[in-house]
């Protein structure tokens, strides 16, 4: 019998963060008490006008097609929320909606990538990202980052990295993983090599936008030179606790735009009618919720910084976003565990801290970094506390 799976599935590696996820189901469902701290899911509910929203579309009749890429209403709610938050000018007829920020990027990377492009992706990276890439034969190119340099990619390093086949950047700020978020002043200097490559698209992941606690997020759209070579994403997953509502959305050049509603109409068509109607309110003016997430957010990421600096062999940043910490986890490689075993990776001593301290994190060699680990701090206080003990002890049996 010939092979039934294709090459393209077959080459495709598993999501590093949903297998953990699993993993950890796997082990609570045989009565192990796991504190999952590796997806990246916020624990709060969907705030009450959003929710509100949604069952008012129910009784009101929102249950046919919609249009491919979104009611023309939330497209103008979209441009309205570009213009308001980001000083980005998007028409609503530049703006598409999707099934989730996934499956903006992925639109975005079958129409844009032809065998052979390279995308430039500064490393860590959501895990996403590289797969998207190689599903659409395009080669990733990454810019090595560490921890010393608050994981952030510099003008020199993307100069250096751009050759005749770059055909778009892609990035996140603030960053799944790291939570390093580019300051303006950052972002101006890498518009400058860009102005130097007018044929390179770049796109701007910023579905962390409103966990951000430096003083403002900064759009690289924003540059008036970028203007028309920008693709803004963004969702309502991460800044209004609906990862369950899959609901993304993105700002582009008309070009990009009816590209991606096409590719996207032979593929899922339209998202969810009533998620598209909670969207609307969900982008309105009524903010606070998100505010009030933020502020627990930056209240627990100073605990945990806390306790992982009390950890010996932990290097630690600060970092300014997302609800990640991604720390260096490079003192523990080689040791051996209690049962004998070598951590001979990150993604071994993951699994180590999951098996001895109950604990899920997700090692970074899946995020392009083979010195750290991602810690979700999307929990309790109480559930962190523990996590962060329960960690401690097991890395402290390694010898």
Not at 202 to 225: L, M, Q, R, V
Request: with cysteine; hydrophobic share 40%.
């Amino acid at each position: 019998m010939k092979k039934i799976l294709s090459d393209r599935i077959l080459s495709m590696e598993e999501s590093a963060t949903l297998a953990m996820a699993q993993k950890s189901r796997e082990l609570k469902s045989k009565g192990i008490d796991i504190i999952s701290l590796s997806l990246g899911e916020p624990d709060f509910g969907t705030p009450l006008h959003i929710r509100e929203a949604a069952k008012a579309a129910i009784d009101e009749g929102y249950s046919h097609y919609t249009p491919v890429p979104g009611y023309m209403d939330l497209r103008e709610a979209v441009s309205h929320k570009f213009k308001r938050d980001n000083n980005l000018d998007y028409p609503a007829e530049n703006i598409v909606v999707s099934t989730g920020a996934k499956q903006t990027l992925a639109n975005l990377m079958m129409c844009l990538i032809n065998p052979g492009d390279e995308a430039i992706i500064p490393v860590p990276y959501w895990v996403t990202y590289s797969a998207q890439v190689k599903l659409a034969g395009g080669k990733v190119v990454e810019l090595p980052t560490s921890i010393d340099t608050d994981f952030k990619a510099t003008a020199a390093q993307l100069e250096a990295a751009i050759t005749e086949k770059s055909k778009l950047f892609l990035f996140s700020s603030p960053c799944n993983p790291s939570g390093s978020v580019y300051t303006k002043e950052e972002l101006a200097s890498l518009v400058e090599v860009f102005e130097r490559h007018p044929d390179i698209v770049i796109i701007s992941d910023e579905i962390y936008e409103h966990i951000n606690f430096t003083d403002k997020h900064a759009s690289i759209g924003a540059f008036p030179s970028m203007k028309d070579r920008v693709v803004t994403v963004n969702g309502l997953s991460k800044g209004f606790a609906m990862t369950g509502w899959r609901l993304g959305y993105m700002g582009a050049p008309s070009t990009i735009a009816k590209a991606c509603g096409k590719m996207q109409g032979q593929f899922t068509s339209a998202t969810c009618s009533i998620a598209q109607r909670a969207a609307i309110a969900a982008l309105g003016d009524n903010l606070e919720p998100s505010y009030e997430m933020k502020r627990q957010f930056e209240k627990r990421k100073k605990i945990i910084i806390s306790l992982l600096k009390d950890i010996p062999g932990i290097k630690i940043n600060d970092p300014k976003g997302a609800f990640y910490v991604f720390p260096d986890g490079s003192h523990f490689i080689g040791k051996t565990t209690p049962k004998g075993d070598k951590i001979n990776t990150i993604s071994d001593l993951s699994m180590y801290i999951l098996n001895e301290g109950h604990v899920a994190t997700v090692g970074g060699d899946s995020f392009g970094i083979n010195e750290c680990f991602r810690i979700s701090y999307a929990a309790s206080e109480e559930k962190i506390t523990e996590a962060m003990s329960r960690l401690k002890n097991c890395l402290g049996k390694l010898t």
